[in-house]
C-alpha cells in the first residue's frame, strides 16, 4: 500500500459525522437567547476552544478583509470570556483574523466596535464544532484538539462523542493522539503524516521516543512505512494474545510492575502488547509452582519449570525421558470409560456440545488419575516433573 493510500484511507476515517438536528437547536437556542452585545477590537483573542486550529489560507483572509473593508462585518463574532476579561472568539476566527488585518493596515484602530454574542465557555466548543463542520469537513488535526479541549473540561469521550456525533471508541482514539508530540502533531496538521501513522506513533507514550522513532525510520524508509514505525516502537514486546501472556494473566502480569501497551487504534478491542523479558520470567515463575505443587501432592524427588519442555537430542546427556508407563485403572474406571465414551459419540452426533464437554471431562479426570497412578513411589523417590509452557501436560524424567 502506498503512502498516498494511507493518506487516503486515514482522512476517509477521520471526516466529521452530520451535525444532528439536536445539536444545531442547542446551537440556535443559545444565540438567540444571548443579546447582541459590542466590544473594542482590542478585546478579542481567538479561543483556545475554536475548533479550527489550521491555519486560514492569506488569500482567505486578504479577501475577508477586502469585503469588511468595502461593505463592514455582516455577521457577528461568537466569543466567551476568559477570566483575565478578555473574551475568546470560538466562531469567527477567520473573521477576527481580517479585522487584526485591517488593523495592523491602520485602516481599523483598537477600540473600533465589533458586534458579538456572548456563550458559556461550554456552549463555545460546541458552537465551534457545529459552525466548523457545517462548513468543511475537520482535519484530524483539528477534531484532536477539540476533542482535547473538551477532555480537559471534565467531559467523557462519550459525551463528547454524543456531542459532536461521533462514535466513543473514535473520540478515545483521538484523544489519545492528542499525546502526540507536538512537533508531529504540527506535521499531521501539514498534511506530512497521516493519522494512520501517527497512530503507531502514538503506542509509544513518551513524546522524545515518538519523535526519535520517527526521524530513526525517516532517514532508513522516507515513505515511513507503519509496519517500521511499529517494530521500533514493540521490538522487545509481544502481543497480549501470545500465549505466554494468556497464561500468565493480566492481573499478575500487572501487579508484577507490568505495562500493557495499549493499542485503541487496532480493529480488535483489547489489542496491544507486553513486556518479552518480565512475561517469560513470570511464565517460568509460574510454571515452577505448578511442578513444585505436583511434586509435593505426588511425591516426586524434584520438579522444574522451564519455558520448553526437555528434549532427548538437546538435554539427553543431564536427563532420561521415562515413557509413561501404562495407566493404571481401579474399580470399574475401564468400564466408566466405555460409558463415557459412547456418550461423548452421541452427543457429538446429536450436536449436544454441553453433553460432551461433561463426558470429556470425566474421563480426562479418570485417565489422569490412572496415569499418575502408574507411577510408582520407588520411581518417584529417584525422579522429578517439569513443567514447560510447550507441551500440554507436565512430563516426568529421572536424572540421568
Known amino acids: 500500500m502506498s503512502v498516498e493510500d494511507l493518506k487516503s484511507k486515514a482522512v476517509k476515517n477521520t471526516r466529521a459525522k452530520k451535525v444532528t438536528d439536536a445539536q444545531q437547536a442547542a446551537v440556535k437556542s443559545a ?16 479561543s483556545p476552544l475554536n475548533a479550527r486550529t489550521i491555519p486560514y489560507s492569506a488569500e482567505s483572509v486578504e479577501s475577508l478583509a477586502a469585503t469588511i473593508k468595502s461593505v463592514g462585518l455582516l455577521q457577528n463574532l461568537v466569543a466567551h470570556a476568559l477570566p483575565d476579561g478578555q473574551l475568546a472568539v470560538a466562531a ?133 512505512p507503519v509496519s517500521m514505525l511499529k517494530k521500533q516502537i514493540t521490538d522487545k514486546e509481544i502481543s497480549v494474545s501470545d500465549r505466554r501472556f494468556l497464561f500468565v494473566g493480566r492481573e499478575a502480569y500487572e501487579n508484577a510492575g507490568g505495562v500493557v501497551r495499549e493499542d485503541l487504534f487496532s480493529q480488535q478491542d483489547g489489542d496491544g502488547t507486553a513486556d518479552t523479558v518480565l512475561l517469560e520470567k513470570l511464565t517460568v515463575q509460574k510454571l515452577e509452582a505448578m511442578a513444585q505443587e505436583i511434586q509435593a501432592q505426588e511425591g516426586w524427588k524434584w520438579s522444574m519449570g522451564r519455558m520448553k519442555s526437555l528434549w532427548m537430542h538437546r538435554d539427553g546427556l543431564e536427563y532420561r525421558l521415562t515413557d509413561a508407563p501404562e495407566p493404571v485403572y481401579i474399580n470399574d474406571e475401564e468400564q466408566r470409560l466405555t460409558v463415557l465414551y459412547e456418550k461423548g459419540d452421541a452427543c ?35 525422579s522429578g516433573v517439569v513443567g514447560a509452557l510447550t507441551v500440554t501436560a507436565i512430563s516426568a524424567y529421572s536424572a540421568a
Not at 31 to 46: G, I, K, M, Q, T
Not at 105 to 125: E, I, S, W, Y
Not at 173 to 190: Q, T, V
Not at 355 to 381: H, M, N, V
Open 31 to 46: 444565540l438567540e437567547a444571548a443579546p447582541l452585545e459590542h466590544a473594542p477590537l482590542s478585546a478579542f483573542v481567538v
Open 92 to 224: 469567527g476566527g477567520r473573521r477576527l483574523t481580517a479585522l487584526n488585518l485591517l488593523l495592523s493596515q491602520q485602516f481599523l484602530t483598537p477600540d473600533h466596535p465589533v458586534p458579538f454574542k456572548r456563550v458559556t465557555g461550554d456552549m463555545a466548543a460546541l458552537v465551534s464544532y457545529v459552525e466548523n463542520a457545517q462548513r468543511s469537513d475537520m482535519h484530524a488535526a483539528e477534531q484532536i484538539a477539540s476533542f482535547g479541549t473538551q477532555a480537559a473540561q471534565g467531559k467523557t469521550a462519550e459525551q463528547i462523542g454524543a456531542e459532536v456525533g461521533y462514535s466513543t471508541r473514535h473520540v478515545q482514539r483521538m484523544l489519545k493522539l492528542a499525546n502526540l508530540a507536538p512537533s508531529l502533531l504540527k506535521l499531521l496538521a501539514d498534511d506530512h503524516l497521516t493519522v494512520e501513522q501517527c497512530q503507531v506513533l502514538c503506542l509509544e507514550d513518551d513524546q522524545e521516543r515518538q519523535v526519535s522513532v520517527y526521524e530513526s525510520v525517516k532517514a532508513g524508509w522516507p515513505e515511513l
Open 348 to 382: 457429538a452426533e446429536g450436536g449436544d456440545d454441553d453433553g460432551y464437554s461433561d463426558a470429556e471431562r470425566e474421563w480426562e479426570a479418570i485417565e489422569k488419575a490412572a496415569q499418575i497412578r502408574a507411577w510408582t513411589p520407588d520411581f518417584r523417590a529417584t
